[in-house]
């Protein structure tokens, strides 16, 4: 591989305000959006990006801030890592597309091939390649309803599985996505999930409840497949109690109900193992990837046994992008950096640091009530001191406040209180402490307990 013309250290890590934020250039940016882009599309900063590497994102002021969003857990290799660029910018000249389902190309085997490798389990598996999140879910359930011959799905309390039809039904909250957008897709049911700070119930008791619920309201024989984020991602970084998740695989093992993980958010090192579902044993039947997969270009894809990756027939799965050779190529080298570059320690590295900050921060600051995540995906749940109703103004508080100090924070959970940090794994030490700083004195100039 040539080597890469745009090194990342070319973005000078650190964090320097040199206007107020937004800065005049964003100001006028965001008056042209206002006027050009759908008001339905919503940002978190009003800042506009002109470049990143590391853990900054420059913005078109000249404003560095430090990145603990990573675009939605995305450049979790970091934003134009060198290995990236560099197989782009050869791919891009070579050809940007021919449409694997016309002209196939090697890359996408490749990177089917990585997968079957990469993920759980060493069964016979076979991979297929889309562009979004949402378009992986909703061929994950094609998959299972054709290899299975069962038309339901179970999901989660607080899931969150994206923004398309069939997804928008297996996401839970309505605020902002999926209000006034129905009718959604049948066939979905909910069950309760593991919530160990707000259901004290340990993860065996809590797989029973869920698992009672599914076997009384729509019955194993009916179920095509079990959908789960094994972290949460937008309904909160919620870690479920030990043995939710193995009883819950065990159980559709028993049951002929094909077990998915939407490892979305926490695969691809993010959680400190290259996929979420490895720390307790837990083999997926079917895996669906995107996000950190390709180093920011869209890449999605499901990942499962053979047997059931091989049911749909020919032609009944693709898509016009799906696998484009730019993104393939950037996968490739996103693996690639993963590996040679410990990203999957380093993250467990950055949990380190950011467990310890937090807790000594929650130590001393009643609002925070729970701290919780693992490896880069780590979150706070801010609560009205001495108990646990949730306090979503604080959350928007103290994001507001890192955000004018020049640090990118982001905000979920079901009752919007969850704070979490999502640092790209290219990040130094330095500007994570300088971040959590920051975060610290952001929590103590938010006093939202007074009014
Ligand atoms: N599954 C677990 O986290 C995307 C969405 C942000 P797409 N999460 C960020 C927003 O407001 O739209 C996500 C996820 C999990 C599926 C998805 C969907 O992935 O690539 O956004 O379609």
Redesign the pocket.
């Known amino acids: 591989m040539s080597a890469p013309t745009i090194d990342q250290s070319s973005v000078a890590q650190e964090r320097r305000l040199v206007t107020a934020l937004p800065g005049p250039r964003s100001v006028e940016l965001m008056a042209r959006k206002q006027a050009a882009v759908a008001a339905g599309v919503g940002t978190t900063m009003p800042v506009f990006a002109a470049r990143a590497g590391g853990g900054i994102v420059v913005d078109v002021d000249g404003n560095h801030l430090i990145d603990l969003g990573s675009g ?2 995305v450049t979790t290799v970091g934003s134009s890592a060198p290995r990236v660029v560099a197989a782009v910018q050869q791919q891009v000249a070579e050809f940007t597309h021919t449409c694997f389902m016309v002209t196939p190309y090697e890359s996408y085997v490749a990177v089917a091939e990585a997968l079957n490798r990469l993920t759980p389990g060493d069964h016979e598996k076979r991979t297929a390649l889309f562009n ?4 992986a ?1 909703e061929n994950a359930v094609k998959i299972a309803r054709t290899a299975t011959g069962r038309p339901a799905v179970a999901v989660f309390d607080h899931a ?4 398309t039809n069939l ?1 928008m039904a297996m996401t839970a909250k309505v605020m902002p996505y999926k209000h006034g957008f129905g009718p959604f897709a049948s066939e979905v049911y909910r069950a309760p999930l593991s919530y160990p700070f707000r259901d004290g119930l340990d993860g065996p008791t809590a797989a029973a409840r869920a698992l009672d619920l599914l076997e009384k309201q729509v019955g194993a024989d009916n179920l095509a497949a079990l959908v789960i ?1 094994p972290i949460q ?2 309904g909160g970084f919620i870690v479920p109690a030990p043995g939710f998740l193995p009883a819950l695989a065990a159980w559709c093992r028993a049951h002929g109900v094909v077990f998915v993980a ?1 490892e ?2 926490t695969g691809f090192a993010r959680t400190g193992d290259l996929f979420a579902c490895e720390r307790e044993g837990v083999v997926p039947d079917l895996v ?1 990837s ?2 950190g997969i390709a180093g920011g270009l869209p890449l ?1 894809a499901v990942t499962g046994r053979a047997e059931l990756m091989d049911a749909a027939h020919a032609g009944g799965l693709g898509g016009t992008y799906g696998g484009n050779p730019l993104a393939c190529a950037a996968a490739l080298a996103a693996i690639e950096t993963i590996e040679a570059d410990g990203l999957v320690q380093r993250a467990r590295d950055v949990e380190d640091l950011l467990l310890t900050r937090l807790r000594a921060l929650q130590a001393v600051d009643p609002r925070i009530g729970d701290v919780r995540g693992r490896g880069a995906m780590v979150a706070v749940e801010l609560v009205r001191p001495g108990g646990t109703e949730p306090d979503p103004a604080l959350a928007r508080a103290v994001a507001a406040a890192a955000h004018a100090e020049g640090v990118i924070v982001l905000t979920c959970g079901t009752h919007g209180n969850v704070l979490r940090f999502l640092p790209p794994l290219a990040i130094s030490d330095a500007l994570l402490h300088e971040a959590f700083d920051v975060v610290e004195r952001a929590f103590a100039a938010s006093d939202t307990t007074a009014g």
């Open positions: 939605i857990a979004s999140g949402a378009e879910v969150y599985h994206g923004r997804t984020e991602g937008e939407d979305v958010q669906v995107a996000k999605s």
